[in-house]
C-alpha cells in the first residue's frame, strides 16, 4: 500500500517535495525514527499537548479492482470509537498511540503500522485487550494529564522566579551605583572614609557613612524601598565592603592605565623615594606619556616597598618588573630621579642598569622635569604625528 501511495505521488513532478515535507511534519514518523523515551522533556511536554496525529487516510480507501463485493473504505471516527487510534498521514497506516510512545514489546502497532481494513475490527480487538496495550494506556494517563497542570505550574513559577531575579540584579546594580558614586567622591577630594565612631547613636559616624545617609534619603523611592528591603542584609558601610570598592575601582583605573600605556609609542619614568608613616621606605613609581588622543599625561603607578632592599639592583629589579609588561626596552625614552644616592648618578646605580637595558634614553634631573622632559614630549606628539601623516 504504501509503495502504491507513493507510486500515485511521485508521478506527480512536486509529489517528492510533498512526501518530504510529510515525513519531517509526520510526528509518527519522528516516534519511529527517534523513540519517545529519548526525546528532552520540552518535546515530550509539546507531544503530549498536541495530541495524537488522526489525519484522514485515503490510501486506505477501496481498491475496487482488487475486491469487487467487499467495498470498504477508512471511517475516521474509528479514531474516536478508539482513542488510542492514531495515524500516520506520511506512510498511510494505523499506529496505537500509547504503545508508539511508550511500548517495549514490538508489534504492528508501534512499528510497522497497521492498513489491513478487512480484519481491523478484530486485530483492534486483539490488541486493545492485550496486557502491554493496557500498560501503555494507563502509564500515558498520567504524563498527559500532569502535562496541563504540574508543569505549567512549575513553568508559571519558573518564569516568576525569574523575573523577580531579574528585577532584583537590576536593583542591586543600582543601589551599588549610588555606593561607587560616594566612593569615588571621597577618592577625588581625598577625604578620609572611615570615622571614630561609627555606632549608631554617633553624632558622627565618619564621612562614608554620613554621605551615604544623606545621600539615600534623596534616591529615587525605587531604590529606597530596595535599601529597606536589603539592609538587613547588606548596607555596604562595612569596611570591608568599602575597601573591596576601592579595591574594584583601583584596579579598574590601573586596567585602563595599562592598556592607554601598551598603546602609547614612548613614556619616561619618574622615580622617587619617601618614607611611609612606620618609616619603611617606599619607591613611587610614576610613568609620563603620550596617549593616542595626543595628551601628555602622567599616571602615578603605585608605592613599592623597598625597605629590605634599596640596592641599586634591588630597585632595577623593582622597576622591570614593574614595567616589563609595557616593553620597556623599546618604549622607555626617559628616567628622572629626585637626587636620592642610590638611585642616580653612579654608574653601579640603577639609572646606569636601567641605560645598560634600554636601546633608547634620555635623563633628566630634579627641577628639570617639569619643563625639558615636556619639550622632549611635545617633540615626541610632532613626530608621530608626523609619521601618522606620512603612513
Ligand atoms: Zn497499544
Known amino acids: 500500500m504504501l509503495l502504491y501511495v507513493e507510486q500515485e505521488l511521485t508521478a506527480n513532478v512536486e509529489a517528492s517535495e510533498v512526501i518530504e515535507e510529510f515525513k519531517i511534519t509526520d510526528v509518527v514518523i519522528m516516534l519511529l525514527e527517534t523513540p519517545f523515551r529519548r526525546w528532552n522533556s520540552d518535546s515530550k511536554n509539546d507531544l503530549l499537548k498536541m495530541g495524537k496525529p488522526i489525519p484522514i487516510l485515503s490510501a486506505l480507501a477501496p481498491d475496487k ?8 473504505s477508512f471511517n475516521p471516527n474509528l479514531y474516536q470509537q478508539h482513542s488510542w487510534l492514531c495515524g500516520s498521514h506520511y506512510i498511510q497506516k494505523l499506529f496505537g498511540w500509547p504503545c508508539l510512545l511508550l511500548g517495549k514489546i514490538k508489534s504492528v502497532w508501534n512499528t510497522v503500522g497497521y492498513y489491513d481494513l478487512k480484519n481491523l475490527s478484530r486485530s483492534i480487538q486483539i490488541h486493545q485487550t492485550s496486557k502491554e496495550h ?25 518564569n516568576l522566579f525569574k523575573k523577580n531575579y531579574n528585577d532584583n540584579v537590576r536593583l ?16 577625588k ?18 564621612n562614608f557613612r554620613e554621605l551615604f545617609e544623606m545621600h539615600i534619603i534623596r534616591c529615587s523611592q525605587e531604590i529606597q524601598n530596595h535599601y529597606n528591603s536589603i539592609k538587613n542584609i547588606f548596607t555596604g558601610m562595612s569596611k570591608s565592603i568599602q ?28 622615580i622617587d623615594d619617601t ?17 593616542d588622543k595626543s595628551e601628555l599625561v602622567e599616571r602615578f603607578l603605585g608605592f613599592h616597598n623597598v625597605s629590605e632592599d634599596r640596592t641599586a639592583q634591588g630597585l632595577f629589579n623593582l622597576v622591570n618588573s614593574v614595567l ?8 622607555l625614552v626617559g628616567q628622572c630621579y629626585d637626587g636620592a644616592c642610590v638611585m642616580s648618578g653612579h654608574l653601579t646605580g640603577l639609572q646606569a ?19 625639558k622632559m615636556d619639550v622632549v614630549y611635545r617633540n615626541n606628539i610632532k613626530l608621530i604625528k608626523y609619521n601618522i601623516s606620512i603612513i
Open 65 to 72: 479492482k482488487l475486491s469487487k463485493v467487499f467495498c470498504r
Open 134 to 158: 493496557i500498560h501503555n494506556h494507563l502509564g500515558l494517563k498520567n504524563p498527559e494529564k500532569n502535562c496541563f497542570t504540574i508543569l505549567d505550574v512549575v513553568n508559571e513559577h519558573g
Open 172 to 187: 542591586n546594580h543600582l543601589f551599588m551605583e549610588h555606593l561607587i558614586d560616594l566612593v569615588l567622591f571621597l577618592g
Open 189 to 206: 577630594q581625598e577625604l578620609a572614609f572611615r570615622g571614630h565612631d561609627e555606632s549608631s547613636d554617633s553624632l558622627n559616624k565618619g
Open 243 to 270: 575597601n573591596d570598592l576601592i579595591s574594584c575601582i583601583s584596579e579598574f583605573l590601573i586596567n585602563q592605565i595599562k592598556n592607554e600605556i601598551k598603546q602609547c609609542k614612548f613614556y619616561s619614568i619618574q
Open 275 to 291: 618614607t611611609d608613616i612606620s618609616q619603611k621606605t617606599q619607591c613611587s613609581i610614576i610613568i609620563r606619556y603620550v596617549t
Open 324 to 331: 616589563h609588561e609595557f616593553d620597556i626596552e623599546n618604549k
Open 353 to 371: 642598569r636601567v641605560k645598560e637595558a634600554i636601546s633608547q634614553y634620555a635623563v633628566y634631573h630634579k627641577n628639570m622635569r617639569s619643563t
